[in-house]
Structure formats: C-alpha cells, structure tokens
C-alpha cells in the first residue's frame, strides 16, 4: 500500500464536477483507492461518496492506493487534487 496527503486547492473543493472526474479517472486503476478525510475512509472511485463527504477548499485528504498499480494510481490521484482539476 501506498499513501500521500495532498491538500485540496480548489476554491468550491470537491463539488460534482471535480468529484466526477475523480472518480471517473480512479475507475481506471485495478487497485482499491481511498480517500481519508479527517479519519472518514471513503471509495474514491465513488462519486456519490465522495459528493457526500463534502471535502472543502483546504481539506487534507491522505489518498491510499492498495494493489497491482498502486503507484500510478496514487501518482494520478495527487496529480488531480494539487492542479485544482483545471479550476
């Protein structure tokens, strides 16, 4: 397993747009990716769960990748979180 802490930069954090693209891109990875916000593990290839986590603009959010490509996954994962997903 492997595991980073990013901030969220975007100003509305992770609303349904950047939630969905999230999602969309962690369904990609065969790994299990989880998002831990504030000590709440949630599925981050959820977009619900993610949507009802309501992460906010500052949120530290650690993203944990578990299995065969958990290393490009988690690269992905920082990747969208730290560019804000073009916001």
């Known amino acids: 397993m492997v595991a980073q802490t ?6 509305q954090g ?3 747009r950047p939630a969905g693209v999230f999602a969309k891109e962690m369904t990609k990875f065969s790994c ?9 593990k949630i599925n981050a290839k959820s977009v619900m769960l993610i949507i009802a986590a ?3 603009c500052g949120a530290e959010v650690t ?3 578990d299995g065969a490509d958990e290393k490009e996954a988690l690269a992905k994962a920082v990747e969208l979180i730290e560019s804000g997903f073009g916001e």
């Open 54 to 56: 309501c992460i906010k």
């Open 63 to 65: 993203v944990e990748c």
């Open 32 to 40: 299990a990716v989880t998002l831990d916000v504030a000590g709440k």
């Open 6 to 11: 990013v901030k969220v930069v975007n100003e």
């Open 14 to 16: 992770l609303h349904m």
